[in-house]
């Protein structure tokens, strides 16, 4: 898949971060796989209230992320909830 990431001219800026802030986004970037600045720039335009992602891109990257996976039939889930008392 190709993906045109649409941003203005860059500009570099330098932040300080406390240590738990950094691991945390270490993380993120890790289990997202991405660069630590695109990280902070999502982050930055989720907190300015600017949308970084649609639908569609969200479905086309999870695609196929659990290939197999297993749901039981909607019978089952039925008598599941019977059972738990969650439908009578």
Do not use: C, H, N
């Not at 203005?8 to 738990?20: C, K, N, P, V, W």
């Not at 039981?72 to 009578?88: D, H, M, N, Q, V």
Request: hydrophobic share 40%; no cysteine.
């Amino acid at each position: 898949m190709l993906y045109t990431v649409l941003y203005m001219a860059a500009t570099r800026t330098q932040i300080y971060l406390s240590a738990e802030q950094r691991r945390r986004l270490e993380a993120r970037r890790k289990r997202e796989r991405k660069s630590l600045a695109a990280v902070v720039r999502e982050a930055v335009d989720a907190y300015l209230g600017q949308p970084t992602t649609d639908a569609q891109r969200i479905l086309d990257e999870t695609f196929g992320a659990l290939p197999d996976l297993e749901v039981a039939p909607r019978s089952e889930w039925r008598k599941r909830e019977r059972r738990l008392g969650l439908r009578g």
